[in-house]
């Protein structure tokens, strides 16, 4: 079992930056993939980016190329997600997910809320 804990969400302006991170704990050793998501109210969870350790290569949805990046520790198992000029659209509740076959997110973390504001 993994265990997925996401912090650094909260409140930021329009134009903004925030950085989240994802602690994980258990038995990260079998993670080959982890990755974001995020969904708004009303919304379908949507992928955000994600990182594939065996190859050491990041995956981003096109509309976020260029504002949000995705870093990590092939060690330890941990993430981190950084925002850069956020937009009011970007408010979400932010998930950090896992998946230990590299191909289905089988673990998830709580959520953070991110708000921003106009």
């Known amino acids: 079992q993994v265990q997925l804990v996401e912090s650094g969400g909260g409140l930021v302006q329009a134009g903004g930056s925030l950085r989240l991170s994802c602690a994980a704990s258990?038995?990260?050793?079998?993670?080959?993939?982890m990755g974001w998501f995020r969904q708004a109210p009303g919304k379908d969870r949507e992928f955000v980016a994600s990182i594939k350790w065996s190859i050491a290569k990041t995956y981003y949805a096109d509309s976020l190329k260029g504002r949000f990046t995705i870093s990590g520790n092939t060690a330890k198992k941990t993430v981190a997600l950084q925002m850069n000029s956020l937009k009011p659209e970007d408010t979400a509740v932010y998930y950090c997910a896992a998946s230990a076959n590299g191909r289905v997110y089988d673990y998830w973390g709580q959520g953070t809320q991110v708000t921003v504001s106009s």
């Open positions: 258990g038995r990260t050793f079998s993670t080959r993939l």
